[in-house]
């Protein structure tokens, strides 16, 4: 129920829109032909040209703006002159740009090791609760003096060895690396592990918000494309337009009817019109390129984007207001989930410094081997036959275990040390805690930005379409009269910049506006259909027409 009602606020919206835009289908050129294969109304007596040019359609709604394949606009001749390298492009969609930016993007890759590294971290810290295994052996040869815990110096050659769990059995004491070993401060380990996990959980959500960002570079890379192309078309068409003022004015001057001057005007313009077209064409190459940097493909290899309409795309209904998106970013963005994981390890590293004093330090270590030895001083059985008397001998070795536990508390650097833990640790907790208040503004500021652009260029959608509805009928009104021998075909130049420039305001006012839509979508967090969904006002919605 939410989605249907979220499709039919975008359908609504999508009339209102579509009824400002049809002047897109007027936008001479820019349509690539009719379907019903009649012949469109032309602005040039050139035969060659006037198969090729492209004027106005009945159909209306969004798809409004069309991208012309250039063999279309052109005769056969011109078609020579610019090489446009169709054939050697690929072809994509939003769909499958979007698709590889989510599975190839170095940035999301790096992201995703970053969380691994996280989670080994994590597991680390949790594994300090496990004892270390010692597997080894020693083999102890002293000869000469040692003394006695009374002070008396003793001359002695003595032997031992020691082998199985554990290593290091000197004399009568114990084991000093121990078989099965433990050593850790409890409170230390639980909250350095608290800790850790939080900082995964900021690592996991990390990748949501690359992955976000890097969605959003792609759709407007992808809108650049787009947008590229529909000026490639514009040049083409305002090449055509000046070619025939041109061709037109140099008529007047041959006849002695026009000045030269005004043909060399024309010629000008022409110029100037062919070098714009060289220039569309190269930002193409350049849209192209940036697209596949972005979707890691190869830049040798040239795409061209799929859609043949350029129309405004709102991801967002209008009728959410600032304090609704505002919360739905609170809710969604993943930048919020990050920083307050970041804040709670923060918190988790100063609590375990406060309880650092308090945690006692646990040591355990369990040993069993076989153990034997002897020296010159005691006489027993020796493994070695015919040994010197009074020699060092090793006896039989013989099984040995030790078992050890010890708990402690410790007031590091006479409790100077501790102290400076906990300072410390809450420092970096009044960090992140202000990190998140940034980002929180940050979110705010992002949200409000692209709402009010959405908001502004969607209001100037309507204006566009009024000067390029007049600047057609001007320069319509202006080629009618210099055909009538009424004026000059120079006259025409003004008209023909005013309605160019018309053309591209258009343009660039719906790129910017499908611009902001993404980057608001974005801003939000791209929330599901269902957190967008509103009750559609069924009052606004127009009634079906009649069959």
């Not at 270390?132 to 003394?147: A, C, P, S, W």
């Not at 230390?188 to 996990?197: A, D, K, N, P, T």
């Not at 057609?472 to 120079?490: C, T, V, Y």
Request: proline fraction near 4%.
């Amino acid at each position: 129920m939410h989605r249907r009602r979220y499709i039919q606020g975008l359908a609504h919206k999508h009339l209102r829109l579509g009824a400002s835009i049809v002047i897109c289908q007027l936008i001479m050129g820019w349509f690539g032909g009719r379907s019903d294969g009649d012949d469109p109304p032309v602005v040039t007596s050139d035969p060659k040209v006037q198969s090729g040019v492209a004027a106005g359609t009945e159909n209306s709604g969004f798809r409004s703006t069309r991208f012309p394949v250039a063999g279309s606009l052109m005769s056969s001749d011109q078609s020579d002159e610019i090489k446009l390298n169709l054939d050697e492009s690929s072809p994509i969609d939003l769909a499958t740009a979007l698709a590889l930016a989510g599975a190839e993007n170095p940035e999301i890759l790096v992201a995703m090791q970053r969380t691994v590294a996280a989670t080994a971290r994590q597991q680390l810290a949790a594994a300090q609760a496990l004892p270390n295994i010692n597997l080894g052996t020693d083999i102890e040869i002293h000869r000469g003096v040692l003394q006695q815990a009374s002070g008396n110096i003793l001359k002695v050659n003595r032997d031992s060895m020691y082998l199985g769990a554990g290593t290091q059995a000197v004399a009568a004491g114990s084991v000093s690396i121990p078989g099965v070993q433990y050593n850790l401060n409890v409170g230390e380990s639980l909250y350095r592990y608290y800790e850790q996990r939080q900082r995964r959980d900021a690592a996991a959500h990390r990748i949501t918000a690359v992955r976000n960002q890097v969605l959003l570079n792609v759709a407007v890379a992808y809108t650049d494309l787009v947008g590229a192309q529909a000026r490639r078309s514009l040049a083409i068409q305002a090449r055509l337009e000046s070619k025939e003022v041109a061709r037109i004015t140099a008529a007047y001057a041959k006849t002695g009817e026009g000045l030269p001057a005004d043909a060399q005007r024309a010629a000008t313009e022409l110029q100037l019109r062919e070098a714009e077209l060289v220039r569309a064409e190269a930002n193409v190459s350049v849209a192209s390129a940036h697209l596949a940097e972005l979707l890691n493909l190869n830049h040798s290899y040239r795409m061209h984007a799929t859609d043949n309409y350029l129309v405004p795309h709102p991801a967002v209904p209008e009728m959410i207001s600032r304090t609704e998106l505002i919360a739905i970013a609170m809710i969604q963005r993943p930048e919020m989930h990050e920083h307050q994981a970041l804040v709670h390890a923060a918190l988790m590293e100063l609590d375990g410094a406060k309880v650092l004093l308090f945690s006692p330090q646990v040591m355990f270590g369990y040993s069993n081997g076989m153990f034997g030895g002897g020296s010159n001083l005691i006489a027993g059985p020796t493994s070695v036959s015919g040994a010197a008397p009074n020699q060092a001998r090793f006896s039989t070795l013989y099984g040995r275990s030790d078992l050890d536990a010890v708990a402690y508390w410790s007031l590091r650097n006479l409790g100077v040390g501790n102290k400076a833990l906990i300072k410390s640790a809450q420092a970096r907790w009044q960090e992140a805690d202000l990190e998140l208040l940034n980002t929180l503004n940050q979110i705010r500021q992002e949200v409000v930005d692209a709402q009010i652009r959405t908001i502004a260029y969607y209001s100037q959608i309507h204006l566009r379409e009024k000067s390029v509805r007049t600047g057609l009928e001007a320069h319509r009104q202006d080629m009618i009269r210099i055909k009538s021998n009424e004026g000059h075909p120079i006259e025409t130049l003004d008209s023909l910049r005013l309605l160019r420039q018309a053309r591209q305001d258009y343009v660039e006012t719906i790129l910017q506006y499908n611009r902001a839509h993404f980057a608001l979508y974005t801003a939000l967090g791209s929330p599901p259909a269902n957190m967008l969904a509103r009750p559609v006002d069924m009052e606004t919605v127009p009634a079906p027409a009649a069959q």
